[in-house]
């Protein structure tokens, strides 16, 4: 299945009106979408417009030591280093 992945700072988020529109929009036109977050959400509301977005949202871990081993596995290249070997 294709799908478009929209990356943002933080999922969902009241200020983040504008690309919750453009998400919904384009699932209503049947693009289906994953939304990966930076961050977990910090606000306790959530806008009613969020409630209808089915996207699957996948938050990334906030920090590299957090999550070494899920983005190890993403790399999918099987090489097994810790994060101080890790160079640009």
Do not use: C, W
């Not at 979408?33 to 871990?61: C, M, W």
Request: hydrophobic content about 35%.
């Amino acid at each position: 299945m294709n799908r478009i992945a929209t990356i943002v700072k933080g999922y969902p988020r009241l200020s983040e009106t504008f690309i919750a529109q453009e998400i919904l929009g384009l699932e209503k036109r049947g693009i289906a979408q994953l939304i990966v977050s930076l961050r977990h959400p910090t606000e306790g509301k959530v806008q009613d417009l969020n409630r209808e977005i089915r996207a699957e949202v996948l938050y990334l871990p906030e920090y590299l030591k957090d999550g070494f081993a899920r983005v190890r596995e993403g790399r999918g290249d099987g090489r097994r280093r810790s994060p101080a070997t890790l160079r640009h």
